[in-house]
């Protein structure tokens, strides 16, 4: 007789070993195992081989040959239809593959069999979800958790669908279910600290993200969540540890470059922020944000052009964003672009009426173009919005005082100690002395406090005299040394300190005040505006300066100041660009030119001093040699008029009573020269202003300057 041999009595040894591979992660050599098993085409014993079959299509699915493991549970079924997790494992693929319609067709096939399968409702609720229909999917999930009310992915997915419907409360309640059932569970902690974040419970939102980062520390959207939340709390340098890490896990991780640009724009690095954004953008040329957030970076490296470029390929990503339309308007005001920056910001509040910054921005564009009614309602709709709005609060109070509502105006403009952008709102912790308030002074000591500019003081040293009137017994005065000497001789100060000397004597003094304050406290209007202060002159600097002046001849002397401080935040627009723009005065007949100028613009005014006689117009440079205003005070008292920009020059002159001719910008012209006016209440008969429109250059309003010169010294 002759034997023959059969593989049947190996197969289980076979199914074992591949279980085993598979089990291991091994599954192209489980798939391996099994390929002489269950052959490539459908068999009349494949009922029998259901097992193996299945086996056999989660390895192919394990090795990524979906066609293969779709063809074998089709084999599965085929042959057993009540074989369920055949059914499982196909509906699980072809979710997973994002095939939904087809997906869910196989979810409910499988219910259908098996009411009561927990893990089938909830993963027809992922489907339903997928394909929209929130309800349907938020029924499955409770269906799911009907059967099994520890499913901790029912749980999750049941907050996700609620989370995204508002329903706050009851979101939470789910993912904390979810937590509960598995307190290790990453991404439940992670969705529950974004809706805590969401409802303003900061310290549980952290909590919860670093419960996420502690059962996953390498899970980058936690870090880029936990790095976001990091960043609004100020805590720059975690955020940009937690951003990197994300971005070291995932590399093209959009929304962590992103939010790593954010971060380093924060921490002022901002050539390292835009690095990020482009990387950003470079992988999703289409991602709003980053676009946006690029133009934020460049306009604050004042590469406009670029900034202005960024801004807009957001906006046709976006038209209706008004934040973008926001900041584009912004950038359009500093560059002059006063009618687009209009029409922007108009349209960003088209879009959104409710950000107050900008109707403050509108507000300022409002002023510049000269409707100020306009720009006065716009910033009382930005304070409306936001109350504790410093910026908005200071440009009203500038321009009530502008238009000479003064009453209103100082008493907002008193609202600078509440800024903590301003330098004012250190000085009350800086002086352990009262702040005065208006309280009576008779008998009590002030210390007047310099927080403003050298301008501002000159101009407002006037009001120490009213303050002795009111029966002050001693009044101090804390400055820098530049204004030690002219303000010694001036009445109604009794000392004069450094502000180190004026701090640590703040607790001998009954109260401390600025004197810009002194318009609030006294009452100060338009038409009871206090005489200039009256500075002393240095005999014996008159006479030095006399015969430094004696050297132009015969003529009227005119001194010259065409810059200010670089520092000052309006230099760009209030200073002349160089004294050759005031070439058209050269042409007056007989005038004798001397420069006051210091520091900027000093060596134009050297380099025509050393041309002599071969100069356009030769020129008498003083600057360089004056040491403090009590020089300047003595040169400019022996002059016909003084010629400026808006300076502490023109203060001086104008209080010592030299004709002064201010020449004003038309970008953002200071509130103390008020509106529209050709002259100071400041300085009555003293100050002429000259005003450059806004559509013009400095050439037409120096020009006005050389035909009020023929006028007044051509007769």
């Known amino acids: 007789m002759t034997s023959t041999t059969t593989d049947a009595p190996i197969q289980p040894d076979r199914q074992q070993e591949a279980s085993a591979l598979s089990a291991q992660g091994r599954f192209a050599e489980a798939l391996a195992v099994l390929a002489p098993l269950v052959g490539t085409h459908a068999r009349a014993d494949d009922a029998a081989l259901a097992e193996t079959l299945h086996l056999a299509a989660l390895c192919a699915l394990g090795t990524g040959k979906t066609d293969m493991a779709h063809a074998l549970w089709q084999r599965c079924i085929d042959a057993r239809p009540a074989f369920v997790d055949a059914w499982h494992g196909l509906a699980a693929m072809l979710t997973a593959l994002g095939q939904w319609a087809a997906a869910e067709t196989l979810w409910r096939r499988l219910l259908a069999m098996d009411p009561a399968h927990a893990d089938a409702h909830s993963n027809l609720g992922i489907v339903l979800h997928r394909l929209g229909r929130a309800q349907e999917a938020e029924l499955a999930y409770r269906m799911a958790l009907a059967r099994q009310p520890g499913h901790v992915d029912a749980h999750y997915n049941l907050g996700i669908v609620l989370h995204e419907a508002g329903r706050r409360d009851e979101a939470e309640a789910a993912y904390r279910a979810a937590l509960a059932a598995n307190p290790r569970y990453a991404r439940a ?5 974004t809706l805590l974040r969401e409802r303003g419970r900061i310290e549980e939102a952290e909590e919860a993200w670093r419960q996420a980062l502690l059962a996953e520390p390498q899970y980058p959207e936690a870090l880029n969540n936990y790095g976001a939340l ?3 709390l100020g805590r720059l340098m ?3 540890l937690a951003c990197r890490l994300a971005i070291k896990i995932r590399p093209d991780y959009v929304e962590a470059l992103n ?4 971060v380093l724009t924060e921490l002022k690095r901002q050539p390292e922020a835009e690095l990020f954004y482009r990387q950003a953008l470079a992988l999703r040329p289409d991602h709003v944000d980053a676009h946006y957030n690029l133009g934020v970076t460049l306009q604050q490296l004042e590469r406009y052009p670029e900034a202005e470029a960024a801004y807009r390929t957001a906006l046709r990503l976006a038209p209706a964003r008004a934040e973008t339309l926001n900041n584009l308007g912004c950038m359009l005001s500093m560059l002059g672009r006063l009618p687009e920056a209009l029409e922007t910001l108009r349209a960003a509040l088209a879009c959104n009426a409710d950000i107050a910054q900008a109707h403050f921005n509108l507000g300022g564009v409002l002023k510049e173009l000269g409707a100020l009614d306009e720009a006065e309602a716009a910033y009382r709709r930005a304070i409306a919005l936001a109350p504790d709005y410093g910026d908005a609060v200071f440009r009203l109070a500038t321009l009530l005082i502008t238009v000479g509502r003064y009453e209103e105006g100082w008493r907002l403009y008193e609202r600078r100690y509440e800024n903590t952008g301003f330098v004012h709102f250190a000085s009350r912790e800086m002086l352990s002395c009262a702040h005065w308030q208006g309280e009576p002074l008779a008998g009590k000591s002030l210390l007047l406090w310099q927080e403003d500019g050298l301008g501002d003081m000159l101009q407002f040293a006037r009001y120490a005299r ?7 017994a001693h009044v101090a005065f804390g400055c820098v040394d530049a204004l030690h000497r002219v303000l010694a001789g001036v009445e109604g100060i009794d000392a004069v300190h450094t502000h180190a000397e004026a701090t640590t004597r703040a607790a001998q003094f009954d109260y401390w005040a600025s004197p810009l304050s002194m318009p609030l406290r006294l009452a100060t209007s338009v038409d009871t505006t206090p005489p200039p202060t009256r500075f002393a002159l240095d005999p014996t600097l008159a006479r030095k300066w006399a015969a430094r002046l004696e050297t132009l001849g015969d003529g009227p002397r005119i001194g010259l100041v065409w810059k200010g401080n670089p520092k000052h935040h309006n230099d760009h627009h209030r200073s002349v660009p160089s004294l050759a723009a005031l070439a058209p005065l050269w042409s007056v007949p007989g005038l004798k030119f001397v420069s006051l100028q210091k520091g900027a613009g000093e060596d134009e005014a050297a380099e025509a001093q050393r041309a002599g006689a071969d100069a356009p117009q030769p020129i008498l440079h003083l600057g360089a040699e004056i ?14 008029l003084l010629i400026c920009v808006d300076t502490s020059t023109a203060h001086l002159a104008a209080s010592l009573g030299t004709p002064c001719w201010v020449m004003l910008p038309s970008r953002d012209v200071d509130w103390r020269w008020l509106h529209a006016r050709e002259d100071s209440p400041w300085y009555p008969q003293t100050v ?6 806004v559509d013009e250059t400095w050439r037409a309003p120096i020009e006005r300057v050389r035909q009020a010169c023929l006028q007044r010294f051509s007769r």
């Open 189 to 193: 902690h992670n969705n529950l600290g």
């Open 230 to 232: 990091l960043k609004s």
């Open 238 to 240: 975690e955020a940009e």
């Open 259 to 262: 939010n790593l640009g954010c």
């Open 466 to 472: 009213l303050i002795k009137a009111q029966g002050a």
């Open 627 to 640: 040491a403090d205003f009590v020089d300047t005070a003595a040169i400019v008292s022996q002059l016909d």
């Open 688 to 693: 002429r202003l000259f005003r450059q429109a």
